[in-house]
Antibody, heavy 122, light 108 residues
Framework: QVQLVESGGGLVKPGGSLRLSCAAS????????MSWIRQAPGKGLEWVSY????????YYADSVKGRFTISRDNAKNSLYLQMNSLRAEDTAVYYC???????????????WGQGTLVTVSS | QSALTQPRSVSGSPGQSVTISCTGT?????????VSWYQQHPGKAPKLMIY???KRPSGVPDRFSGSKSGNTASLTISGLQAEDEADYYC????????FGTGTKVTVL
């Protein structure tokens, strides 16, 4: 079955950097767009970024543009999120999720990984 | 993009129906048929319940249904069950994604 496992979360000081990873299995990774979504403690969901199946198309939320970089390695079935210049408001559980299939006419996010907690605090 | 607007909470007794609204603009909800809904139980990852406004993924009970009129989408849960108590989020795709503010469904 489809499995998404995030790693790399932890405690980091404001201004610091962190790289999240997501290991995918159970589906043809290179056939799907992939997304990162976050959820601050006790708050709602916020879409962060997505990357196309080939990596040629990338979009970011305005709140992370210029600070976060999404990437993927299709040979390793892995998705990444490089987070720089971190702020307290970036504190959240970060979810990796499968996005639209290549050539699909539908846009939705499913399934989701279990998430990894990023805490930005001094 | 601004978050889509949802009621903070809705409630109903077992067996009743509840409807959650999700209001956006003509640039997101009203402009595309890419509205999806997610269910999230405490401490768990969100789960897709509805996509493309009204389509149900396999395994999702037919008690869950979706619709859209203008800039407002809706999720209806018919025959409410205890396990339906959770947070629900709508989401619209319009080149990028925007989520709703979330609604807590309480089963009385």
């Amino acid at each position: 079955q489809v499995q998404l496992v995030e790693s790399g979360g932890g405690l980091v000081k404001p201004g610091g950097s962190l790289r999240l990873s997501c290991a995918a299995s159970g589906f043809t990774f290179s056939d799907y767009y992939m997304s990162w979504i976050r959820q601050a403690p006790g708050k709602g969901l916020e879409w962060v970024s997505y990357i196309s199946s080939s990596g040629s198309t990338i979009y970011y939320a305005d709140s992370v543009k210029g600070r976060f970089t999404i990437s993927r390695d299709n040979a390793k079935n892995s998705l990444y999120l490089q987070m720089n210049s971190l702020r307290a408001e970036d504190t959240a559980v970060y979810y990796c999720a499968r996005d639209s299939a290549l050539y699909s006419s539908s846009w939705f996010i499913s399934p989701w990984g279990q998430g990894t907690l990023v805490t930005v605090s001094s | 993009q601004s978050a889509l607007t949802q009621p903070r909470s809705v409630s109903g007794s077992p067996g009743q129906s509840v409807t959650i609204s999700c209001t956006g603009t003509s640039s997101d909800v009203g402009g595309y048929n890419y509205v999806s809904w997610y269910q999230q139980h405490p401490g768990k990852a969100p789960k897709l319940m509805i996509y493309d406004v009204s389509k149900r993924p396999s395994g999702v009970p037919d008690r869950f249904s979706g619709s859209k009129s203008g800039n407002t989408a809706s999720l209806t849960i018919s025959g409410l069950q205890a396990e339906d108590e959770a947070d629900y989020y709508c989401c619209s795709y319009a080149g990028s994604y925007v989520f709703g503010t979330g609604t807590k469904v309480t089963v009385l």
